[in-house]
């Protein structure tokens, strides 16, 4: 009959070793698509009977608070998701935001569609978002050559590392003087462990 030898101490030791390499080579090569969703928003609550409803600040819609100046919930024109996006220019520029949970040392990604109202011609609608009063992300687009009927959105993605705050407030705000500026759409956030979204690592705003 065979017996099995115990492991001395060193071979304990290198298979121990072994098994957590193997461990962190599967979760380095884990699909970014399990990364946990946090929240998710296309704009489309409350369903609007006319092409644009404006709000200014103190109201809610949805899930979002306006926080300065005015934005318009909007059908006139092409959404990036669903039916509706939002004109963060109502007659004025305005700014909404969100308070999302949000664990300690955890690094979150945030994406959302850009583009701006084409209804006065050429214009360059710019913006900036931020979590916690912190700027994440400025963005901006150029109007040329898009219609109500072909918008020209383009999809944007930042990371930030929550540090200390249980909760974190993110803010789309337009900086565009005057009723015409930046539309967005299709927001979402999702939680990242430190394999699962390695390409923002490097470049996460770190956040309070």
């Not at 996006?85 to 949970?101: E, K, Y």
């Not at 209804?119 to 913006?127: I, K, M, Q, S, T």
């Not at 912190?134 to 929550?162: K, L």
Request: aromatic residues 10%.
């Amino acid at each position: 009959m065979a017996t099995t030898r115990p492991l001395t101490h060193r071979a304990a030791i290198g298979v121990a070793l072994a098994v957590a390499l193997s461990a962190v080579l599967a979760a380095l090569t884990a699909s970014p698509a399990v990364a946990a969703p946090v929240f998710a928003d296309g704009f489309e609550s409350p369903a609007i009977a006319n092409d644009f409803v404006e709000f200014a600040a103190g109201q809610q819609f949805g899930p979002w608070t306006v926080t300065t100046g005015t934005v318009g919930l909007t059908r006139d024109w092409q959404a990036a998701e669903g039916n509706q996006s939002l004109d963060l220019n109502g007659f004025s520029p305005g700014a909404v935001a969100r308070t999302l949970p949000t664990k300690l040392l955890t690094t979150y990604r945030v994406s959302y569609a850009l583009a701006g109202n084409p209804d006065n011609g050429p214009l360059l609608a710019v913006g900036r978002v931020t979590a916690n009063g912190q700027t994440v992300d400025s963005f901006s687009f150029d109007t040329t050559g898009h219609t109500p009927a072909a918008m020209g959105y383009v999809y944007r993605t930042f990371y930030f590392t929550n540090i200390l705050s249980a909760a974190t407030v993110l803010q789309f705000a337009s900086t565009t003087v005057g009723a015409f500026g930046p539309v967005i759409d299709d927001v979402r956030v999702e939680s990242c462990l430190l394999v699962i979204c390695p390409a923002g690592q490097a470049t996460a705003v770190r956040v309070a």
